[in-house]
Nanobody, 117 residues
């Protein structure tokens, strides 16, 4: 099993920055890709971006491209989501996921990000 714990959420003004962390524990060796999703009230869950665990290749949603950056620290089993130039539309609960080679996804509990205008 894999456990994922997000942290770093909070309240920030528009234009500000936050960095979310996702600490993985347990059988982390079975993970090959990590991702960040978000879900705002009344809206569908949205993929924010992904990173491969070994190579560090990233992809991003168009809505965050150029503002958000995903990185990972293999030694710490931690994935980060650096969010810059935040907008009120970025307000959501942010979730970290880890995908295994058999395409099973583990999910964290989520962390709230609120951007005030």
């Amino acid at each position: 099993q894999v456990q994922l714990v997000e942290s770093g959420g909070g309240l920030v003004q528009a234009g500000g920055s936050l960095r979310l962390s996702c600490a993985a524990s347990g059988r982390t060796g079975i993970l090959y890709m990590m991702a960040w999703f978000r879900q705002a009230p009344g809206k569908e869950r949205e993929l924010v971006g992904r990173i491969t665990w070994s190579g560090g290749s990233t992809t991003y949603a168009d809505s965050v491209k150029g503002r958000f950056t995903i990185s990972r620290d293999i030694a710490k089993n931690t994935v980060y989501l650096q969010m810059n130039s935040l907008k009120p539309d970025d307000t959501a609960v942010y979730y970290c996921t880890g995908r295994t080679g058999s395409d099973h996804d583990y999910w964290g509990q989520g962390t709230q990000v609120t951007v005030s205008s």
